[in-house]
């Protein structure tokens, strides 16, 4: 059973940054999609971006394109988002996930999620 586990969220002030985590328990990260998804409060839950495993393509959602970087450290199972210039709309619960990816921007493309790490953009 792969599990994801992410960190990094908190608290910054409009304009700050963060950097998220996320951990696997296993080396089946590797070969493998990840994704980083959100969900405001009242809202859906959405896309943000995807980094494959073959040549690290890497996407985003419009919403954070230029403001956020995803990365994954393959030798340490672990992937990564750079969040900088945080505006108050970023507020939510972020979750990271792992799968096919397969389309990259659509839930049921990844098979395995985290808890969700909470960010808060105060204005």
């Known amino acids: 059973q792969v599990q994801l586990v992410e960190s990094g969220g908190g608290l910054v002030p409009t304009g700050g940054s963060l950097r998220l985590s996320c951990a696997s328990s296993?080396?089946?990260?590797?070969?493998?999609?990840m994704g980083w998804f959100r969900q405001a409060p009242g809202k859906e839950r959405e896309f943000v971006a995807s980094i494959f495993w073959i040549g690290s393509g890497t996407y985003y959602a419009d919403s954070v394109k230029g403001r956020f970087t995803i990365s994954r450290d393959n030798a340490k199972n672990t992937g990564y988002l750079q969040m900088n210039f945080l505006k108050p709309e970023d507020t939510a619960v972020y979750f990271c996930?792992?799968?096919?990816?397969?389309?990259?921007?659509?839930?049921?493309?990844?098979?395995?999620w985290g808890q969700g790490t909470q960010v808060t953009v105060s204005s």
């Open positions: 996930a792992a799968g096919l990816g397969v389309p990259y921007n659509v839930q049921t493309s990844y098979t395995h």
């Open positions: 296993e080396r089946t990260f590797s070969g493998v999609t």
